[in-house]
């Protein structure tokens, strides 16, 4: 089937989390993502747990596999000239140039914006700092969990007498800048296709994290409230919580948001009922109590069973699921063929996401699993750059190559 990219070329300087994830994106949906790496300088990724098989490796890391589906990958020393050179004839055929480094690094490796759109007017070039390429802290490192701090999204994220605990994940590296980074870049090559024109692209990832912050910075702008951590609890939904289940850390989420619906779950669950918990307000006040009766009667149920039951009476709930119940037993992603299996080279099937969306007319799974460390450096530099074997052997013997 078509594939909505194919024709794209993109040469990805990006690594680790989020701008890596941000062509993934555009590599499932066809574009040909040449990534540049180096055996001098690993992308973090590749070391990073989990490994197959627990065994570590350049090849066997789960999280660097999950980002980079769908690339091929050249390993390029692009500090010695000859590699340089050839990273811009690559570039002379691009339509998009891609990092996520620290403002100026791409510079000083002598492919900086100018230098790049010099060699294609045209090009749309795509830099994903932490802080932007202007301003007071435009020279700061961080990471996903540097930057949730820095919204204020970890200050919401914990119990009200705890430290702020984060997701457990760089939730900002995962969902909104790869998010954002592709619709701008998307926009930005529907420009250059009509007009020829190329763009400069800044995305401060700590910009497309607040976007998680909406109704919290709200209150404040609006009513001067300073929100803060409320555990799994709503400040009108009541009850909210995640409850306790028959067999070993099994648990339900319940979200109970008008009095109908606080009524089908005492019914369901055979729960006693006061007057002063016919309303929101009530049962707020009331939580720490209705919390114990609940947890007292989802102890006895299974909770994907209970989840079902609630759900026909009209209750918000879901059983909370582990990752083996995601890959194994969820009947919806199953029949959505979300999850794909190929065949990687080194660690053998290996199981892939799709795309969270489906066309009528074009795929969006991946199409290849992602690639060994300079899996593809012969086959870019033979059939893109024209160069011979002898010419290919000897820029990997003189360390250009690796």
């Not at 690993?42 to 989990?50: A, Q």
């Not at 891609?98 to 914006?113: A, C, H, R």
């Not at 230098?115 to 301003?135: C, E, N």
Request: charge should be negative; glycine fraction near 8%; proline fraction near 6%.
């Amino acid at each position: 089937m078509t594939r909505l990219l194919t024709g794209i070329r993109v040469i990805d300087f990006s690594w680790i989390g989020a701008g890596s994830y941000t062509t993934k994106i555009l590599a499932d949906l066809g574009a040909d993502v040449i990534k540049i790496e180096s055996s001098q300088r690993l992308d973090t990724l590749r070391v990073t747990k989990p490994f197959k098989d627990g065994i570590p490796g350049v090849n066997r890391s789960g999280y660097f596999a999950d980002r980079n589906s769908s690339k091929r990958s050249i390993t390029l020393n692009v500090k010695d000239e000859r590699g340089l050179a050839l990273a811009k004839r690559l570039i002379a055929d691009a339509h998009l140039v891609s990092n996520n480094f620290t403002p100026g690094v791409m510079d000083k490796l002598g492919l900086g914006y100018d230098v790049v759109k010099s060699i294609r007017p045209g090009i749309v070039y795509a830099s994903m700092s932490m802080q932007g390429a202007s301003g007071p802290a435009t020279n700061d490192l961080g990471y996903g969990l540097t930057i949730a701090a820095l919204t204020g999204f970890m200050h919401l994220i914990g119990l009200p007498d705890r430290e702020p605990a984060s997701t457990g994940t760089n939730y900002p590296d995962h969902i909104p800048n790869p998010g954002h980074a592709a619709f701008a870049i998307l926009a930005a090559l529907r420009h250059q296709r009509r007009s020829g024109e190329g763009q400069f692209i800044d995305l401060a990832q700590l910009e497309p994290t607040l976007a998680m912050m909406g109704p919290s910075l709200m209150n404040y702008f609006v009513n001067g409230v300073i929100e803060q951590r409320d555990g799994n609890r709503h400040p009108q939904k009541a009850p909210q919580g995640v409850y306790p289940c028959q067999g070993d850390d099994r648990w339900i989420a319940i979200s109970v948001c008008n009095d109908a619906q606080w009524q089908a779950l005492a019914s369901t669950l055979g729960l006693e009922t006061r007057a002063e918990w016919a309303t929101a307000e009530g049962r707020r006040a009331d939580h720490d109590t209705l919390d114990a009766l609940i947890s007292q009667a989802t102890r006895q149920e299974e909770a994907g069973a209970l989840a079902q039951r609630l759900q026909a009476a009209g209750v918000p709930s879901g059983p909370v699921q582990d990752a083996r119940d995601v890959l194994d037993h969820d009947p919806q992603l199953a029949q959505r063929k979300h999850w794909v299996t190929l065949d990687h080279p080194e660690v053998g099937p290996s199981t892939y996401n799709s795309a969270p969306y489906r066309y009528s007319d074009a795929e969006s799974a991946p199409t290849a699993p992602a690639p060994l460390l300079g899996q593809h450096t012969r086959e870019i530099c033979r059939d893109l750059l024209g160069m011979s074997e002898n010419e290919i052997d000897q820029l990997t013997e003189d360390g250009v190559l690796v």
